[in-house]
């Protein structure tokens, strides 16, 4: 009998399990897929030796989190690559902004859109310098991180705390007018914004941009060499090598829950693994509280928040095999590893208004990646692995195109709307569509078929929206990992700090387990969890 049963092999689950038996216990982790990732996987099945991720790509979250820094998956075959740019945003008329881990290189593309704004973006570095530290603590530790936002709160008192504050609740279009006369560093701010579900309007999304620019800036947005997977990959042979047990191919339907404590799992095969200590699940809220855990052993009031859970949008991708480059205007885009593409601040927001009416958008705002670009490794030398992926409403009621999409995404609708893609594409890169060799359609559908967490393609574990931050996250009053089953601990996207490949949801479940046992060291915890401790390959002693 295990000590503690993981539910789900994707990163945050992996990373728990990692954590645990690191502290001596005995871990079995359950993957319903055939192989472990979760959404941290690639394949080989566009064309002949391209190499494309199924879904995330690009990891500046991976790269800045403690809690991988103290994994060190690099002892276990993880590499890095980066594009000389980690970001464009090119517009029609062949202008583009340019986001670099060289800060002297993206001011001096902002100054080509109006002179000073290079040096405004200097001083949001700045800020970003003086406290980066400080956020991303707060950021990767268990809600409410009151070391990290005294430490913080201490700062800002003595340097316009207040400011930065209103600063980071601003909506994202009043940022980049509060701080750039051009479009460029708007752009770059918005399109970022965008990588979440936030419309250029909505409050927070000024922070959230803020934020993943300057992780952008500092950490770049690399890859793995070789493929997504190849994260996976040294979590896994990191988590075999202490001991643990990992099985593909199983899912589990139930939680056993007994005298209001969780004590194993039941698997679709009938059979069941018990788990001495705890249960910690890597999977969705709704999933978790309206599927695994049986009503009767929740408190109404949950089951109630339950129906008020919302998801972040729906995702529609598709991948490609270039026969060469993709044919930009102009220079920027073409050394950038993620280009996003929307004709200016306005286009954003029509995208984000279509969406909020459920229309699927006929301008679909996209974020395209260049993968060999990032990793030459990719594909054979001259050619591009790509994809691109948008958003679409999970409820469709119409179609803002001409061609009368509904949602239903069949064999059909996907061609149909991967063309939309790719005119869409065409707009910044004449010439786009004379280079595919080959193209894949994930719609949806496909996307939530291969990853059960993925709901309609969500790629967030559910709204990045305020209303279901911080201790809204995933409900109202919660906010950290334990459940109102004991025993039972929430290790996904959909527990605080939310989505991106970061593992700080299955750190903060793998602390929680280990508080509630006392199982370990609380110091040399603390000190593996947030990165401070170097030496990760010895597991903690009781």
């Known amino acids: 009998m295990p000590d503690a049963v993981v539910i789900g092999a994707g990163p945050n689950g992996l990373v728990a399990a990692n954590l645990l038996a690191d502290a001596g216990w005995d871990v079995h982790v359950l993957e319903e897929q055939p192989e472990p990732g979760g959404a941290v996987r690639h394949d080989d099945q566009v064309a002949p030796g391209f190499v494309n991720d199924l879904f995330s790509s690009f990891y500046p979250l991976a790269a800045a989190s403690p809690v991988l820094a103290g994994l060190r998956l690099q002892d276990h075959g993880l590499r890095w690559s980066h594009a000389p740019h980690v970001l464009a945003h090119p517009l029609s008329d062949g202008s583009c902004a340019v986001l670099d881990r060289d800060v002297r290189t993206t001011a001096a593309s902002l100054d080509a859109f109006a002179p000073g704004d290079g040096q405004s973006w200097h001083r949001l570095h700045d800020v970003w310098e003086r406290n980066r530290r400080d956020i991303l603590d707060a950021l990767f530790t268990p809600f409410p991180p009151v070391r990290a936002t005294a430490r913080l709160a201490a700062r800002l ?45 909505a409050a927070g999304s000024g922070g959230f941009g803020w934020l993943m620019s300057m992780l952008g800036q500092t950490y770049g947005f690399p890859v793995p060499v070789g493929g997504a997977g190849a994260l996976t990959a040294a979590l896994v042979h990191r988590l075999r090598s202490r001991g643990a047990t990992l099985t593909c191919g199983r899912r589990v339907d139930k939680i056993l829950v007994r005298d209001g404590r969780a004590v194993g799992v039941r698997t679709a095969d009938g059979g069941t693994v018990t788990a001495r200590r705890a249960v910690l699940a890597d999977v969705s809220v709704p999933a978790l509280y309206g599927e695994l855990v049986d009503a009767a052993d929740l408190p109404g009031q949950v089951l ?9 949008f729906a995702t529609f991708k598709v991948d490609w095999a270039l026969d060469g480059p993709v044919p930009w205007r102009g220079e ?3 050394r950038a590893g993620t280009v996003h593409l929307a004709d200016g601040l306005d286009e954003l927001t029509r995208f984000m208004a279509q969406i909020s009416r459920r229309e699927i958008p006929d301008r679909p705002f996209t974020l395209f990646g260049q993968m060999t670009t990032s990793d030459p490794s990719r594909s054979p030398g001259g050619t591009e692995s790509a994809w691109a992926y948008t958003h679409v409403p999970h409820d469709v009621r119409a179609d803002a195109g001409e061609e009368g999409l509904t949602g239903r995404w069949d064999a059909k609708e996907q061609e149909i709307m991967a063309d939309r893609v790719e005119r869409h594409v065409e707009r910044f890169a004449p010439g786009f569509r004379s280079v595919i060799r080959a193209r894949r359609v994930l719609a949806p559908p496909t996307l939530q078929n291969m990853d059960r967490n993925l709901y309609g393609g969500a790629i967030n574990g559910g709204t990045t929206a305020i209303h279901q931050q911080l201790f809204f996250r995933p409900l109202p009053g919660t906010g950290r990992p334990e459940t109102p089953v004991a025993g039972l601990f929430l290790a996904s996207a959909g527990a605080h700090p939310g989505g991106g490949v970061h593992g700080a949801p299955g750190a903060n479940a793998a602390r929680a387990v280990l508080r509630r046992n006392r199982w370990a060291a609380p110091e040399r915890l603390q000190r593996l969890l947030t990165g401070r401790d170097r030496t990760g390959d010895r597991r903690l002693s009781r």
């Not at 914004?193 to 309007?201: C, G, V, Y």
């Not at 109630?304 to 972040?312: A, M, S």
Request: glycine share 18%.
């Open 304 to 312: 109630d928040d339950l129906r008020r859970f919302q998801w972040d």
């Open 332 to 334: 920027g885009p073409g």
């Open 157 to 201: 008192r003595a340097g316009g705390g207040l400011r930065l504050a209103r600063t980071l609740v601003l909506p994202v279009r009043r940022l980049g007018e509060e701080e750039f006369r051009g479009e460029g560093g708007r752009l770059i701010l918005a399109g970022n914004a965008l990588h979440a579900d936030l419309a250029p309007e």
